[in-house]
T-cell receptor, first 110, second 114 residues
Framework: SQQGEEDPQALSIQEGENATMNCSYK?????LQWYRQNSGRGLVHLIL?????REKHSGRLRVTLDTSKKSSSLLITASRAADTASYFC??????????FGQGTRLTINP | NAGVTQTPKFQVLKTGQSMTLQCAQD?????MYWYRQDPGMGLRLIYY???????DKGEVPNGYNVSRLNKREFSLRLESAAPSQTSVYFC?????????????FGDGTRLSIL
């Protein structure tokens, strides 16, 4: 069964706007990871946030983690056409299993 | 530095045929994984190998077998392909489990079973 649930399933915004995607999960975790998947390609790791961290930044990416609500969000600022992709959260309980959500399809319109 | 390499990239099989999907990584990672990705389902773990010489079942192992040939290579075998196994298959690796490390993915094998 899926641990992570992303919301929304699809998001379409104008270039330059910010995009926010949310992820909820059910059980305790060691860390939560976000991945990007371009059409026809494999997943690319974006950012990892540990369970004792609340916020993490990487370039135009900002990830937050609220373990009390079992939720995370990924914010992409100043979006670009190249950000068009599917974004997945994955929860890591530390025992081999990295459990992925169903993903958010992000479309950036020029 | 190639990362994770999967072969073939595309394959069409008939029901009942067998085939092996190959995966190799050049990052000296200990742990390797096989996932399948179906529309609307995200990625589901088929089998994994925490270290050379060990393999274990994941969430959806039925109909598949794996071999950890050496530290670099981890293959997935379909003994008697079924239409329900039509999917995109991804191999991944990471330095080791329990390590707060990300996984690195190949570009996938797109498999159709007729």
């Amino acid at each position: 069964s899926q641990q992570g649930e992303e919301d929304p399933q699809a998001l379409s915004i104008q270039e330059g706007e910010n995009a926010t995607m949310n992820c909820s999960y059910k059980t305790s975790i060691n860390n939560l990871q976000w991945y990007r998947q371009n059409s026809g390609r494999g997943l690319v790791h974006l950012i990892l946030i540990r369970s004792n961290e609340r916020e993490k930044h990487s370039g135009r990416l900002r990830v937050t983690l609220d373990t009390s609500k079992k939720s995370s969000s990924l914010l992409i600022t100043a979006s670009r056409a190249a950000d068009t992709a599917s974004y997945f959260c994955a929860t890591d309980k530390g025992a081999q299993k990295l459990v992925f959500g169903q993903g958010t399809r992000l479309t950036i319109n020029p | 530095n190639a990362g994770v390499t999967q072969t073939p990239k595309f394959q069409v099989l008939k029901t009942g045929q067998s085939m092996t999907l190959q995966c190799a990584q050049d990052m000296n990672h200990n742990s390797m994984y096989w996932y399948r990705q179906d529309p609307g389902m995200g990625l589901r773990l088929i089998y994994y190998s925490a270290s050379e010489g060990t393999t274990d079942k994941g969430e959806v192992p039925n109909g598949y077998n794996v071999s950890r040939l050496n530290k670099r290579e981890f293959s997935l075998r379909l003994e008697s392909a079924a239409p329900s196994q039509t999917s995109v298959y991804f191999c991944a690796s990471r330095f080791q489990d329990f390590s707060n490390q990300p996984q690195h993915f190949g570009d996938g094998t797109r498999l159709s079973i007729l």
